[in-house]
């Protein structure tokens, strides 16, 4: 059997996992729009691919605990039916599933929150309420009747949050919790209200219900817990009666990256394994899993009992029964690029995913079979030209996809020699797996002309981008993003014109000087700051970079700071990134020319130059629409998507996106 810990089952007494993988909580959106079914069917579908337990995303036991006004909980008996629809579909599914209780304390968004002491979050616009005694024993009681209520509503169990900053978590560290009564003070008085959450909670549910704490392992934030104090939490909320312990890394106001992609992957699973021989229940590790491959030898290394991946089961539902099929290959893999899942939840939009647009719309875009087989050309091997190619072909379309080039991937191909994207290595492999496996032709080395396209039934053009011409004096001096990312030389002093995705890119690359930090854990953790919890309070020290292989200016010509259009979740990580290895960030820059001796730039009406070696030009895209245009003359019907369509603010989601909504149409 393939992966034999990761899928042998996991005895919990009363009840028997079907295997060690969690699906981690994540918040959809999809309780907001009040459509349940939506809601079950988006679970279902992840029990009917095998997982062997899913957490929901965080339900408010109240209204001050919730993550923002409205946010969805279980406060009344009418909400009750709600969750009965998701719990009877996942057990109809074979499936197990846990309510996770979320109180968000000073987190919540709203001027109604509360927390151990009024000391506002950095993240937070919102001062809390000071609880006095009488509000913290409210608190507890209604997270007590949440459970309750969750198991009432069918649910296999609850997960009491207890890590990333939430509310309980506030309690445990003086960072926040500047009280001086029972629930103050000494570690004993600062770990009673978690401990006495659980005890109240295995109280309301009975022994026969599965209670997972999470607990913050490393806060990440300065002030924060000790690894003794983690450790005695930990025994404490055992014997208060929690079944396994989950793992939570790192405060949501922490400034260091937990789960983004240019984390090294599980690179927190080691405190995991830490903890684990201090306590007799399970233990479940977590942040930055994304194979059956790591989680497999995170077991076999004893870090664990059981592996939680979130983001994982957007990106493809059917993980465990690709992976229990030897067909790992063909597992959709999470980037971790935050774009379509976390971006989303920040701005109110519906969570989904960049490698599956059907995450969270399971009941509204469908790949069902075709009702008649047609012949389809698609060109273009990018993003958008191989999830038609890939969507169509699995619809029972006769699909041919022409590629210019030697390879599939197209500006994937660039993504993936960054540092830190190296998990676009993966996306575009399992593209080339899927492609292949849903029986498309592909035609690699073949610019498609207008007479190769006569004769299908329908014709996709995803020719993609080019780079925009800039019109600077001298440009001729100057390299292109395409040729620095593909190798070509560069020297020691560079100015990079355009401060979009790609500009921050190829920023990055220059200063890596080809030492990717994400393949080098120690290197990773000097950079941010990650020490020790058992050294330092909350883990943190001061960031240590290595010293930068290059000086880079990176330059726009708008004047606001450069990086503001970058994802919500993930600019901070690339601003940061840059700034530490001390990149010039310049707004409001004219580029006059490109000259020998550097780039000359009119800054706040002086006139300057940048004394650089090389000039990258990185200002945007234009669509490639040649062949668009040549079939339209032609009176050949096509559909044009992707870049080839609209460049501006093109990126891999959009294009994705794309092309599976047209496939599901063809
Ligand atoms: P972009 O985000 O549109 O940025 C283009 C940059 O070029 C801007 O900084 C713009 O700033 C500048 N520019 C535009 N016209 C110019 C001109 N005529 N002369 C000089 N500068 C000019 O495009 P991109 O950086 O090429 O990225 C393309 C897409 O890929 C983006 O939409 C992005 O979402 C995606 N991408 C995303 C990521 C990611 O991490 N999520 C990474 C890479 C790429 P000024 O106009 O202010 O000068
Ligand atoms: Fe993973 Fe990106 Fe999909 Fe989110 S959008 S689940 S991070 S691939």
């Not at 003794?228 to 939570?248: F, H, I, M, P, Y």
């Not at 979740?569 to 700034?579: C, D, F």
């Not at 550097?598 to 062949?627: N, S, T, Y």
């Amino acid at each position: 059997m393939p992966y034999p810990h990761l899928l042998s089952p996991l005895n919990l007494g009363h009840i028997t996992l079907k295997n060690r993988v969690l699906m981690g909580s994540m918040h959809t959106g999809l309780e907001e729009t009040g459509d349940w079914n939506r809601v079950a069917e988006f679970y279902a579908t992840r029990a009917r691919g095998g997982v062997g337990l899913m957490v929901t995303g965080g339900m408010a036991p109240n209204r001050e605990g919730g993550v923002f006004p409205g946010a969805a909980g279980l406060f009344t008996p009418a909400d009750i039916a709600n969750h009965r629809l998701v719990t009877d579909r996942v057990h109809q599914a074979d499936g197990r599933i846990a309510m996770q209780i979320l109180h968000a304390g000073r987190y919540a968004y709203s001027k109604d929150c509360v927390s151990a002491s009024a000391v506002k979050s950095p993240i937070s616009p919102f001062q809390p309420h000071a609880l006095d005694d009488a509000g913290i024993e409210m608190q507890i009681t209604d997270i007590a009747t949440a459970a309750a209520r969750a198991r009432e509503a069918g649910y296999d169990g609850v997960e009491v949050m207890g890590s990333e900053g939430y509310f309980l978590n506030q309690f445990l560290v003086s960072h926040v919790n500047r009280r001086e009564d029972q629930w103050g003070g000494s570690y004993e008085n600062r770990m009673r209200l978690p401990v006495e959450v659980v005890r109240r909670v295995r109280a309301a549910v009975g022994a026969d219900f599965l209670l997972i704490y999470r607990i913050s392992l490393i806060d990440l934030i300065p002030n924060g817990s000790t690894w003794d104090e983690v450790v005695q939490l930990a025994k404490a909320v055992e014997t208060a009666g929690a079944s396994l312990l989950n793992t939570g890394i790192g405060w949501h106001e922490a400034r260091v990256p937990t789960i983004a992609t240019s984390v090294p992957r599980a690179a927190f699973a080691h405190l995991t394994g830490r903890l684990r021989p201090e306590v007799g229940i399970p233990i479940i590790t977590s942040n930055r899993i994304n194979t059956p491959d790591v989680a497999e030898a995170l077991l076999v290394d004893g870090m664990a009992d059981m592996v939680s991946m979130a983001r994982p089961f957007l990106a493809d539902p059917d993980f465990v029964n690709k992976a229990a099929t030897g067909k790992a290959r063909h597992i959709a893999p999470c980037i971790a690029c935050n774009q379509a899942c976390l971006d989303h939840t920040f701005s109110g939009k519906l969570t989904s995913c960049l490698v599956n647009p059907r995450a969270c719309h399971e009941t509204v875009l469908s790949y069902d079979p075709a009702s008649a087989a047609k012949r389809i050309a698609v060109v273009g091997a990018g993003p958008a030209g191989m999830m038609t190619a890939n969507v169509a072909a699995r619809r029972g379309h006769r699909v041919v996809l022409f590629e210019k080039s030697g390879s599939l991937g197209g500006q994937l191909n660039l993504a993936r020699r960054v540092p830190g994207k190296e998990e676009f290595d993966g996306l575009v492999d399992w593209f080339a797996t899927s492609v292949a496996d849903a029986g498309v032709e592909v035609r690699l080395n073949v610019a498609a002309t207008v007479e190769d396209l006569h004769g299908f039934d329908e014709v996709v053009i995803a020719t993609g981008v080019s780079p925009r011409d800039p019109g600077i004096a001298g440009q001729e001096r100057g390299l292109s993003y395409v040729d620095v990312l593909q190798g070509a030389a560069v020297g020691r002093r560079v100015a990079v014109i355009g401060a979009g995705g790609i500009g921050f890119d190829v920023a990055e690359f220059l200063v890596a000087g080809g030492h990717s930090a994400t393949l080098d854990l120690a290197t990773w953790r000097k950079e941010w700051g990650v020490a020790d919890p058992a050294e330092r309070r909350g883990g943190v020290s001061d960031p240590a970079p290595e010293a930068a292989a290059r000086e880079v200016w990176l330059l726009q010509r708008k004047p606001e700071k450069p990086g503001r259009g970058l994802g919500k979740t993930t600019g901070w990580i690339h601003r940061a990134a840059l700034q530490m290895k001390g990149v010039k960030m310049l707004g409001g820059v004219s580029y006059l020319a490109i000259e020998p001796e550097g780039l000359r730039i009119l800054k706040d009406g002086v006139e300057q130059i940048l004394p650089v070696d090389d000039v990258v030009l990185c200002a945007g895209q234009l669509p490639e629409r040649g062949l668009a245009e040549q079939l339209a003359a032609a009176e050949i019907k096509a559909h044009v998507i992707g870049g080839a369509d609209v460049a501006a603010e093109l990126d891999a989601k959009r294009a994705i996106d794309h092309g599976a909504r047209l496939a599901a149409r063809l």
